[in-house]
């Protein structure tokens, strides 16, 4: 179609980070998306997940069309895609594979309640028990627009992942501008948490607590 209607575009290979894989694997080619030249500019465009998604408890294809990855910016399509070539990333200062792999998550909750600054930055956690887990993150949404988050617990027994338990914080803001609160995990195992802001689900984490 692009070149029907005249635009240069490039197919893309590489991989795509859905919430399904597992933090710290995968980095093969997956997944290709398009970069497209409009205005003197690289833009990038994933026309399959901007297309819809797939409703795992059906098994069916929803068609919704996602602007989240239409000419999105580079810094937000590389949170879950990672070009074979790093050229296509079309950042000055690009991630490592190695990085983008270990970060946590990051779902459509991190656009749209425009963060930016977050910690911790890796999304494996080794913890001892009774450990405090603090989260920060900053956000160009006005300061008093978030004011709780929503964390699940999720915990692997017998390789099955179990809902835990949810956790309700409040969110405060330091001198810094950071926006912050904790998480305390009195068991021990293996957890995932799913921190959700505004009831948009944000990051993903993994936790083993000893």
């Known amino acids: 179609m692009c070149g029907i209607a005249g635009i240069t575009c490039q197919v893309v290979s ?15 080619v997956n997944h290709s998306w398009n970069a497209v030249f409009i205005n003197k500019r690289w ?24 602007s989240f990855y239409f000419l999105a910016s580079p810094e937000i399509f ?10 296509w990333l079309l950042m000055q200062n690009p991630p490592s594979l190695k990085e983008f ?11 749209d309640n425009k963060l930016n600054a ?10 001892k028990g009774d450990s405090i887990m ?5 956000s160009n949404l006005p300061h008093d627009s978030i004011k709780t988050v929503t964390v699940q617990v999720y915990k692997f027994k017998n390789r099955n992942l179990e809902f ?18 904790s998480v305390k995990l009195k068991e ?23």
């Open 14 to 28: 590489g991989f795509g980070r859905s919430p399904n894989i597992v933090i710290g694997t995968g980095g093969e």
């Open 43 to 66: 833009y990038l465009c994933d026309a399959t997940w901007a297309s819809g998604y797939v409703n795992e408890e059906e098994t069916k294809f929803r068609r919704e069309f996602n």
């Open 78 to 87: 590389a949170l879950n895609h990672y070009p074979k070539n790093k050229t």
């Open 101 to 111: 792999l270990f970060a946590p998550h990051r779902s459509i909750g991190f656009r």
């Open 118 to 127: 977050f910690s911790p930055n890796e999304g494996i956690l080794h913890l």
């Open 134 to 138: 603090n989260f920060s993150f900053t």
């Open 164 to 181: 835990h338990e949810r956790k309700i914080h409040f969110v405060l803001m330091n001198k810094q501008g950071f926006h912050e609160f």
């Open 188 to 210: 021990k195992g293996h957890f995932i948490l799913r921190v959700y802001l505004r009831q948009r689900l944000t990051f993903i984490y993994e936790a083993f607590i000893k």
